[in-house]
């Protein structure tokens, strides 16, 4: 964006400013736009302000940062709830497999835990929780 057109974007921006915070414009001032007629009063403390329709320099990449977050968190729900679903595979057969003469228990205090093929299962019960740990895992 040129020189000019960032200071004229930057003096609209501080008009529009000074508008919505009720300062004095100056009707004169060159470029000046026309002040919208407040069509809602100012919101009560705590209430939500009326959302403006801006664009900026800064438009396209927010877009871009907004979409990459809502995928993100598309991502996150489908990979929690794939989690979720192998959580429940376990557990489901830990407990098959202490109705048999597996020998997996729990100790005293109720945690189940085991090793299985270079890995160490433990689970809480009470907590639901469940760990992997495989040997060449790092703490």
């Not at 009707?27 to 959302?51: C, F, K, R, T, V």
């Not at 800064?58 to 996150?76: D, N």
């Not at 729990?106 to 992997?132: H, N």
Request: hydrophobic content about 40%.
């Amino acid at each position: 964006m040129g020189r000019k057109r960032k200071e004229a974007v930057a003096a609209a921006e501080s008009q529009v400013s000074d508008n919505l915070l009720g300062r004095e414009v100056d009707p004169n001032q060159a470029d000046a736009p026309e002040p919208e007629p407040e069509s809602e009063p100012d919101p009560e403390a705590g209430e939500q302000l009326m959302l403006l329709d801006v664009e900026s320099e800064f438009a396209r990449p927010l877009k871009a940062a907004a979409r990459k977050y809502k995928k993100s968190m598309a991502a996150r729900k489908a990979a929690l709830a794939e989690e979720v679903e192998a959580k429940k595979s376990i557990l489901d057969l830990v407990k098959e497999a202490m109705a048999t003469e597996s020998g997996i228990r729990a100790d005293a205090e109720g945690v189940i835990q085991f090793a299985v093929d270079g890995m160490t299962i433990r689970i809480k019960p009470r907590d639901e929780l469940v760990k992997v740990k495989f040997e060449d895992d790092e703490e």
